[in-house]
């Protein structure tokens, strides 16, 4: 199958966000290894990686596409970063190219691989295998996480996981906000506490 680009302008039958070429770009500049001297494994190894990411039960991306007939998860109206600033609707975020040149990149190492079959769904809560034991928490993702990719994802999915703190979680709470006459009980009064305030 042909590669046919998504640009930003809502590309009839787009199943692609790059080109094999764009992926060896990427590659060559990361010294990882992609080729596109045949273009049926480059082409195949590009679009497995377009499949991936249009598997919305995976990636739930902010804001709602700009077409019902639309293949690709951009362009979209409504969009915007975690924190961000809003994404026009005819433009494909540089993020879901450079995370489709990542999946692409392992594609083509091992072609069929990126969204393998979970058997009973991949909730494993004991496995044995000789003397080897594996167990796994009870919300542990039911398969394996490309932290590459979700990192580069992240800031566009509603579903956002691994977000660093809000700033004011981590601030320095100043004392004098909570003085002892704040609320106009005296020193050693408060009744809510057997030992009342220290007067300072």
Partial sequence: MTVIVEDGSGVPG??????????????LARNRVFSTVDPTLSDAA???AADYLKNEMRYVYRGTRISYTQTMPYPRTGASEYRGPAIPSNVVPWRCCDAQCELAIRAFAVPGTLQADLDHGGKITSEKVDVLETAYRADADIELLLMTVRGLLNPLLLNAGFLPAQPYQGAVVDPRDFRHDSFSNPAGTDPMSPRGWIAE
């Fill in 46 to 48: 590009v679009l497995e």
């Fill in 14 to 27: 787009a199943n692609s966000f790059v080109t094999g070429a764009t992926v060896a770009a990427y590659a």
